[in-house]
């Protein structure tokens, strides 16, 4: 079992940064593939990018240039820097993790909201 909680989401303005954290806990000595996705409300979730254990990223188009994943594998934790926000970018994002027997794990979601 794997434990997801995310944290940092929040209103910022057109323009602004956020960066979102995600902490994984429980029964894992590793995690494969994390990431994030995110959802609008009567939409499919969709991918923002994900990140290999070591270290291989892969984003969505319309996030390329302006968001960064990162993680730390010794804290168990997954980053998302988002530069450059733009209003379409409203949603709620969920970090995602692949436990090494093939699971996959989502996070509660935490709210982004860009407006001015």
């Known amino acids: 079992q794997v434990q997801l909680v995310e944290s940092g989401g929040g209103l910022v303005q057109p323009g602004g940064s956020l960066r979102l954290s995600c902490a994984a806990s429980?029964?894992?000595?590793?995690?494969?593939?994390m990431g994030w996705y995110r959802q609008a409300p009567g939409k499919q979730r969709e991918l923002v990018g994900t990140i290999t254990r070591g270290g291989s990223t892969n984003y969505a188009d319309s996030v390329k240039g302006r968001f960064t994943i990162s993680r730390d594998n010794a804290k168990n934790m997954v980053y998302l820097q988002m530069n450059s926000l733009k209003p379409e970018d409203t949603d709620v994002y969920y970090c995602?993790?692949?436990?090494?027997?093939?699971?996959?794990?989502w996070g509660q979601g935490t709210q982004v909201t860009v407006s001015s």
């Open positions: 995602y993790a692949r436990h090494p027997i093939g699971i996959d794990y």
């Open positions: 429980g029964s894992f000595t590793r995690l494969n593939t």
